[in-house]
């Protein structure tokens, strides 16, 4: 079956950086658009990031440009989440997604198979 497996979110200061790393398997990846995506208590489900089946093209929301990296390796069949210079409004539930297609969406119904999220909390 399809499984997508966030990993490396955690506790850490405003102005640090994490990486977040989701591993697939049960799809052929490189056939996929992979996305992130936030939740935060009270809030709906936001989009963060996306990048498209060869890593050629990648989308991100406003409030992280210039800090925030999505990056894939189709031979490891994972997509990443590098996050800089994190925020006190970063803190949410992260969620990476496959959609099956070659460009890069940005709502939640376009998305096929999701993870299960990881918890990234910035302090202030």
Same mark, same amino acid.
């Given at each position: #079956?399809? *499984?997508?497996?966030? !990993? /490396? /979110?955690?506790?850490? *200061? %405003?102005?640090?950086?994490?990486?977040? !790393?989701?591993?697939? !398997?049960?799809? @052929?990846? $490189?056939?996929?658009?992979?996305?992130?995506?936030?939740?935060?208590?009270?809030?709906?489900?936001?989009?963060?990031?996306? @990048?498209?089946?060869?890593?050629?093209?990648?989308?991100?929301?406003?409030?992280?440009? /210039? $800090?925030?990296? @999505?990056? $894939?390796?189709? %031979?490891?069949?994972?997509?990443?989440? #590098?996050?800089?210079?994190?925020?006190?409004?970063?803190?949410?539930?992260?969620?990476?997604?496959?959609?099956?297609?070659?460009?890069?969406?940005?709502? $939640?119904? #376009?998305?096929?198979?999701?993870?299960?999220?990881? *918890?990234?909390?910035?302090? !202030?």
């Amino acid at each position: #079956q399809v *499984q997508l497996v966030e !990993s /490396g /979110g955690g506790l850490v *200061q %405003a102005g640090d950086s994490l990486r977040l !790393s989701c591993a697939t !398997s049960g799809l @052929i990846f $490189r056939t996929y658009a992979m996305g992130w995506f936030r939740q935060a208590p009270g809030k709906d489900r936001e989009f963060v990031a996306a @990048i498209n089946w060869s890593g050629t093209t990648t989308d991100y929301t406003d409030s992280v440009k /210039g $800090r925030f990296t @999505i990056s $894939r390796d189709n %031979a490891k069949n994972t997509v990443y989440l #590098q996050m800089n210079s994190l925020k006190f409004e970063d803190t949410a539930v992260y969620y990476c997604a496959a959609n099956r297609g070659f460009n890069v969406p940005d709502a $939640r119904s #376009q998305y096929d198979y999701w993870g299960q999220g990881t *918890q990234v909390t910035v302090s !202030s």
